[in-house]
């Protein structure tokens, strides 16, 4: 494909997708998105670090060979006023693996979320997000160390799936005319108008996503979080669908909570991966008592966002945070946080998000060798108490350096 403003590096391969795998080269090119707001500052400071662990690792037998793409305020300057111009998402998919900064998104009005149309336009049906704890992050818990998930959560459907209508809307009138003439239902005179979609489908794909995740890791079980009791079509079908497709498709390697006390006494047979579920408020008081019961999670798209971002707030809060949106192959690792426009340039956040979602992108593409490196020069930059001021501010004797300070403290570490 010919770009308009995308350069693909000339030194570069593509990665690609074999017997169902992907294959990836020495010198794969993995595409980028600078972000909004901060985002120049933390991508920079990133790209530094990954390349560093990915040379000290492999010793230039591999290398990354990024290709900038677009989105957001650069893209809207390049393509005349777009924010998210059709040759990024085509070479999201052709590249298959990416990363990305914070973008831009207007609350109450403007332009549509650019993450969320990102997601749906490229079907990146599963939001990963590991929550871990390194020691010396500060945190309002008692015990950190036993916070270790990862949660998948649906991407696609609920109320993000963007069926809404304002109130007092030619639409909404419509809408509200058929729910309360032909389904009898109840609601408040000018109400806001929203449809949650929850289908089997979507539900069935992200937790087979979320229980072969547990299998390759050898993590110990699987929760599915909803708000069945309450919402029993949509969210309690997404437990249910849940477990079908636990019990019908992966039978060898899970046991659910049910059969663990109905037929091994509540001991769990070797090599098993437990299925359970949870509700949904209930989970957030259980995620703040008994953390170590939990390991892989698997939820709603609200759900899920709630509790991803409650959840990193147990380990040092969002600013460490990494995510991914993945589709069955295609994967667009980002940051978790927000654009942060008033630090913009300052040279002064903590890139530590995105530089961890890095991470999970050397995983994907099994660079593991580079991605521990990188894990534990943060722990040793952590000991030291190099850090940027969003921690200092909470570390006695802290030593306060700045976004590309705290690169260079990584790289001096993984150099060593």
């Not at 693909?8 to 080269?25: T, Y």
């Not at 909404?172 to 449809?195: I, P, S, W, Y």
């Not at 019990?247 to 006390?261: G, M």
């Amino acid at each position: 494909m010919t770009y308009q403003h995308i350069r693909l590096p000339k030194d570069g391969e593509k990665i690609s997708i074999r017997d169902g795998k992907l294959a990836v080269p020495e010198r794969p090119i993995l595409g980028y998105i600078e972000g909004d707001g901060i985002g120049a500052d933390i991508m920079t400071a990133a790209l530094r670090v990954w390349d560093a662990a990915v040379e000290k690792a492999y010793g230039g037998r591999r290398a990354a060979r990024w290709c900038e793409l677009y989105l957001g305020e650069k893209a809207a300057g390049k393509y005349a006023g777009d924010y998210f111009p059709a040759e990024t998402v085509e070479a999201l998919r052709d590249l298959v693996v990416s990363i990305k900064g914070p973008l831009t998104t207007p609350v109450g009005g403007g332009f549509r979320s650019l993450n969320v149309s990102l997601r749906q336009n490229m079907d990146l049906y599963a939001c990963v997000r590991p929550v871990r704890y390194f020691p010396g992050v500060p945190s309002p818990l008692r015990k950190p160390e036993e916070v270790d998930v990862v949660i998948f959560r649906e991407n696609t459907e609920d109320v993000y799936a963007g069926i809404e209508y304002p109130a007092g809307g030619a639409e909404n009138r419509k809408l509200a005319k058929f729910l309360r003439e032909e389904m009898q239902a109840e609601f408040f005179d000018e109400a806001g108008l929203g449809v949650k979609p929850v289908s089997a489908h979507a539900s069935k794909r992200l937790v087979r996503k979320a229980l072969e995740y547990a299998i390759e890791r050898g993590r110990a079980s699987v929760t599915l979080v909803h708000k069945g009791n309450i919402m029993k079509f949509t969210e309690g079908a997404f437990r249910n669908w849940g477990y079908e497709v636990a019990t019908q498709e992966y039978r060898e390697h899970v046991v659910t909570e049910e059969e663990l006390w109905k037929s091994h006494d509540g001991k769990m047979p070797p090599g098993k991966i437990l299925v359970k579920d949870r509700i949904a408020d209930i989970m957030f008081q259980l995620m703040l008592l008994r953390p170590s019961e939990f390991d892989v999670i698997a939820t709603t798209n609200l759900n899920g966002d709630y509790l991803s971002d409650a959840l990193a707030a147990e380990v040092g809060g969002i600013g460490i945070a990494p995510g991914a949106n993945i589709a069955d192959h295609v994967a667009v690792f980002e940051a978790t946080h927000g654009t942060a426009p008033k630090y913009a340039n300052q040279n002064k956040v903590n890139p530590s998000s995105l530089i961890f979602s890095g991470v999970m992108m050397l995983e994907y593409i099994n660079w593991r060798e580079a991605a521990e490196l990188i894990n534990s020069a943060f722990t040793a930059a952590l000991a030291d108490k190099t850090v940027t001021y969003d921690f200092a501010r909470l570390l006695e004797g802290a030593t306060t350096v700045s976004t590309s300070g705290f690169a260079d403290a990584l790289i001096e570490k993984i150099r060593a």
